[in-house]
């Protein structure tokens, strides 16, 4: 079974600065998706990067971006010039890469992010 | 694109009552969605598989005759907490995989989730 660990519960940020959220998981498979979500106070999830296992190059998105480390499972999310919007829960989140429906995704316990000004 | 929305968006309901919850995708076909439980500052814990036309299939510990689950259209699945409880109160979510894109981008597409009271 799949396991993903996100070991800070909480964490804090001036506004503008960078912050790097953690994330390692484990799995024996091969081919994999993981997922950074974001939940803020409306509670709805929001993809916020993808990186697929077999993809050397770490995904980026705007101002956020990953450092993807396949040999050690490890999976960090580094937001740039942080802003008061991107406080939030953040779930890192794996998924299988099986051509079938019904793929699950499997989320860590989330890390809280405030921006502070 | 890629809307999926829920109802209702909150429900308070009396003990030994059952309260049913609709997950629609808007804008596409999804003959497979998800419902989670959310507690206050937790993770999501996936409830069970819905998948259009065929039975849902719950994880372990989920009780399936409390929570039932029907997938009637590949738009709509509706969970069903039967003769609820205060221990029932929670946040509900659902997501849905869209059939045309899942298979390239394996994203699942969430609802804004339903809170629900058990008094």
Wanted: with cysteine; proline share 3%; glycine share 4%.
């Amino acid at each position: 079974a799949q396991t993903v660990t996100q070991s800070q519960p909480e964490m804090s940020v001036q506004e503008a600065e960078t912050v790097t959220l953690s994330c390692t998981y484990d799995t024996s498979e091969n081919n994999y998706y993981l997922f950074w979500y974001k939940q803020p106070p409306s509670r709805q999830m929001i993809l916020v990067i993808r990186q697929e296992a077999y993809k050397q190059q770490n995904a980026t998105e705007n101002r956020f971006s990953v450092n993807f480390q396949k040999a050690a499972k490890s999976f960090s999310l580094k937001i740039s010039d942080s802003q008061l919007g991107d406080t939030a829960m953040y779930f890192c989140a794996f998924m299988k890469h099986v051509v079938e429906y019904g793929n699950k995704l499997v989320f860590g316990a989330g890390t809280i992010l405030r921006v502070k000004s | 694109g890629a809307v999926v929305s829920q109802h209702p968006s909150w429900v308070i309901c009396k003990s030994g009552t059952s309260v049913k919850i609709e997950c629609r995708s808007l804008d596409f076909q999804a003959t497979t969605m998800f419902w989670y439980r959310q507690f206050p500052k937790q993770s999501l814990m996936l409830m069970a598989t819905s998948n259009e036309g065929s039975k849902a299939t719950y994880e372990q510990g989920v009780e399936k005759d409390k929570f039932l689950i029907n997938h009637a259209s590949l738009t709509l699945s509706t969970l069903t907490v039967t003769s609820a409880h205060p221990e029932d109160s929670s946040f509900y979510i659902c997501s849905a995989r869209d059939d045309v894109t899942a298979p390239k981008y394996n994203e699942q597409f969430f609802g804004p989730g339903t809170r629900l009271t058990v008094l």
